[in-house]
């Protein structure tokens, strides 16, 4: 059986970038129609609020946030997911030191390698 495009990473501690003050972000993995990062956020971090033209589904492993998607605003504990559609206003702030998977499709081109 053919498996067409794939990838494999091997866990590694490095390859981290800091986009902003408090926050480390890693890509995991990506394909042509998906991309999933981790976002290492030390407590007290803010990411402003922005928008961008993908979807956005993310799970919460370890800490505390408040997520603001749109107008409302959202306790994230450890174990809680979310979904952002392309182009909706969003923010975090870390209520703790947090560690959020995300999955971006289409792929964030900046977010690659």
Known sequence: MAWGLFMFVKSSKGRYKTPITGVNQKTLAHGEKTLMSEFVLR????????????????????GKMILKIGSKEYEVEEGDSW??????????????????IEVFSPPRKDYME
């Open 83 to 100: 979904c952002i559609e392309e182009n909706i206003e969003h923010s975090a702030k870390a209520l703790e030191d947090s560690v959020a």
């Open 43 to 62: 407590k007290g971090s803010v990411v402003p609020t922005h928008k961008h033209p993908n979807e956005q589904i993310g799970y919460l492993v370890r």
